[in-house]
């Protein structure tokens, strides 16, 4: 199957700072997705982005299909920033429609 | 967007018995998932529960352990039979809208 791999697996940042995550993934993908999973556990949509650059508030996120890899961005992080953030996705031809791969995951630890 | 709600959203269970987790969904869909996520780790694809015909699950997941039942195009259930400790996880229900899935708030299960 496709291999999705995140990095860093760790990061604490004091508030204000920025930051990049980066999502590998070892095929071709039409779907990827980021999302946060905050501390209560629920799961919250960034961005659905198979290529292409988005912007959303103080985030953005960058996948660069040919490459296979994508990038989300947070800029001046704040404590509500904590939780982990998934990268997911879809290989492309593949059978089964929902099943989206995810990787395992950066945990964001920002400190006031 | 999607609005996704699941019954319980938490439960402590004595090994061998089994709980049956609810997911309502607010917009008919052909199919819906169910994932599990076990302590500290990423999400996994447990079955995708098909409207009118029989659940498909993935690699290591069967159907004695976790039956899906689908009777309608917004409501699915999923239990998790026998439980043993190794079944603590969270169990989140997702859809697809468009080309972006969607997850409920999770059911998160400890087993004693």
């Known amino acids: 199957g496709i291999q999705v791999e995140q990095s860093p697996p760790d990061l604490i940042l004091q508030e204000g700072a920025n930051s990049t995550l980066r999502c590998n993934f070892s095929d071709s993908v039409n779907n990827l997705q980021w999302f946060h999973q905050n501390p209560w556990g629920q799961l919250i949509n960034l961005f659905y982005?198979?290529?292409g650059t988005k912007q959303n508030g103080r985030l953005s996120a960058t996948t660069v299909a040919t490459e296979r890899y994508s990038l989300l961005y947070i800029s001046s992080s704040q404590t509500t920033d904590s939780g982990v953030y998934f990268c997911a996705v879809r290989k492309r031809g593949g059978t089964s429609y929902g099943k989206l791969t995810f990787g395992q995951g950066t945990i964001l630890t920002v400190h006031p | 967007s999607a609005v996704i709600s699941q019954k319980p959203s938490r439960d402590i269970c004595q090994r061998g018995t089994s709980l049956t987790i609810q997911c309502q969904v607010d917009?008919?869909?052909?199919?819906m998932f169910w994932y599990r996520q076990q302590p500290g780790q990423s999400l996994t694809l447990i079955a995708t529960?098909?409207?009118?015909?029989?659940?498909?699950?993935e690699s290591g997941f069967v159907i004695d352990k976790f039956p899906i039942s689908r009777p309608n195009l917004t409501f699915s259930t999923l239990t998790v039979s026998n439980m043993s400790p190794e079944d603590s996880s969270i169990y989140l229900c997702?859809?697809?809208?468009?080309?972006?899935?969607?997850f409920g708030p999770g059911t998160r299960l400890l087993v004693l």
């Open positions: 997702s859809q697809t809208v468009g080309e972006t899935q969607y």
């Open positions: 982005i198979p290529s």
């Open positions: 917009s008919q869909v052909t199919m």
């Open positions: 529960a098909n409207q009118g015909s029989e659940a498909t699950y």
